[in-house]
């Protein structure tokens, strides 16, 4: 008698799809990321910039699986040139975003002193007079009123620098250094400039700071520089992101506030319900499509088995946070405004160790300028028709470049 044996062959890969850097207008959603969705859990991307392809998890309990796996590394990826949007990628030694466990705790623990909820509400009542400063030129003025340029760029500038403990001398500065580095329209040598300067001024500012006893970022990582706990170099990398910070809070705000004046239904609910603006926000915030493409990529260490695909090692993967807010498994008619949206357990601000550092101080901000604003101008609207806006090109961070307004 003979014994027949049978071998199954391993599931052929999806094809590899280019994606293309999209400059969209409004709250669009990626055609691209829409397209990847319907062809399932699982596909294969080639970005503008670096090597090779990657797969995209775009499933919301894959990404959750993703970000909580220790068998795919943040810290592998500074060690090759994965394919990707950004066209310069230099990750620095101290990056939160490129360390994995155990380094990643002792880093976050560092600054985490500055971003607890207990340090949100001392700071609440300054970033509400420094908005307050603010809006009281706008009312002063009367409409119009360019809001990005007035508020929307201006406050978290401020805040993100009161926390950070930037001198008020330097914050222009800081923050033209900043646009230019999360820009892709100056190319990889303006981008380069700008981050080395940036990152020379955050050198001098932490060795200032050796001896001070003072509970902003720049004045921590001087005491756990001079304390032993961490390096400069990691001090320095772990400082410029958290500066770059506040740039994502002015888009996605430009971003909720274009939905709030194209949707009169909402803007009324926001204005006349203001015990229920929360939810609303959180509905927000799972809605807009806060970056172009993805973000940060991970390698997959060892083979890894998903949907009977095998991702190998050496692999490099991203999860994309705005599919997943979209999985219409976790949210049903996942592309619709709902917000009375009761169970909303978006992952705007990520998932697992690497969420958002400032995400307490992000939300803080968020809630103060939609809020202030609604409740101080009356009748706020589109100075211009909705589709004459213009909208940010060539950046990684979408959002409106303008907002013109009347009241």
Known sequence: MTEET????????????????LDLTGPEFDPVLAELMREGPLTRIRLPHGEGWAWPATRYE??????????FSRAEVTCRQVTRLAPHFKPRPGSLAFADQPDHNRLRKAV????????????RPRAQEMLDGLVDGLVQEGPPAELVERVLEPFPISVVSEVMGVPAADRDQVHTWTRQIISTSGGAEAAERAKNRLYGWITDTVRARA???GDDVYSLLGAAVA??????????GLA???????????????????????????????????????????????????????????????DVDLHGLRISAGDAVYVSYLAANRDPDVFPDPDR??????????????????????????????????????????????????DEGRWRRKTMIRGPQTLPVLW
């Open 6 to 21: 049978t071998t199954l062959a391993e599931p052929t890969p999806p094809p590899v799809r280019d994606w293309p850097a």
């Open 62 to 71: 894959d990404v959750r699986a993703i970000t909580n796996d220790p068998r």
């Open 112 to 123: 985490a002193g500055a971003f607890t909820v207990a340090a949100m509400k001392r700071l």
């Open 211 to 213: 001896h001070s006893t």
């Open 227 to 236: 304390g032993g706990e961490i390096g400069e170099t990691e001090a320095v």
């Open 240 to 302: 410029g992101p958290l500066q770059i910070d506040g740039e994502a809070v002015t888009h996605n705000c430009g971003q909720m506030l274009y939905l709030l004046l194209t949707r009169p239904e909402l803007m009324e609910r926001m204005r006349d319900q203001p015990e229920a603006r929360a939810t609303a926000l959180d509905e927000l915030l799972r809605y807009i499509p806060h970056r172009t493409s993805v973000g940060l990529a991970r390698i997959a260490l060892e």
């Open 337 to 386: 405004i709902d917000p009375d949206r009761d169970l909303n357990p978006h992952l705007a601000f990520g998932n697992g160790s690497h969420y958002c550092t400032g995400a307490v101080l992000a939300r803080l901000q968020t809630e103060l300028m939609i809020g202030t604003l609604l409740d101080r101008l009356p009748g706020l609207r589109l100075a211009v028709p909705a």
